[in-house]
């Protein structure tokens, strides 16, 4: 009984990643998943961090070093 209720909690489990990550793939270069990104990312028309609620946001967002550019990528400040 124990190691049925293992072997599904585990299919369960496999089941929800799978279905995350089918979901929400990040197609552009430079991009990441999270489920608890910043409300308030740092793009070329905001370079330095801001005040900003913290609240977490679903969504792609750009690696670290990058910007969100105006076309919606992520590029260095030099793109911008």
């Known amino acids: ?3 049925s209720f293992v072997l599904l909690a585990f ?3 496999l089941a929800v990643l799978q279905t995350t990550q089918a979901h929400y793939p990040c197609s552009r270069p430079g991009e990441y998943y999270t ?3 910043t409300k308030c ?3 070329c028309q905001h ?3 801001r005040p900003c609620v913290k609240m977490c946001v679903a969504g792609c967002f750009c690696s670290q070093g ?3 550019l105006p ?3 992520c590029g260095t400040r030099l793109q911008c």
């Open 1 to 3: 009984m124990r190691s």
């Open 11 to 13: 299919a369960v489990a």
């Open 35 to 37: 489920t608890c990104g």
């Open 41 to 43: 990312p740092i793009t």
């Open 47 to 49: 370079p330095r961090p």
């Open 66 to 68: 990058l910007f969100r």
């Open 71 to 73: 076309n919606g990528d």
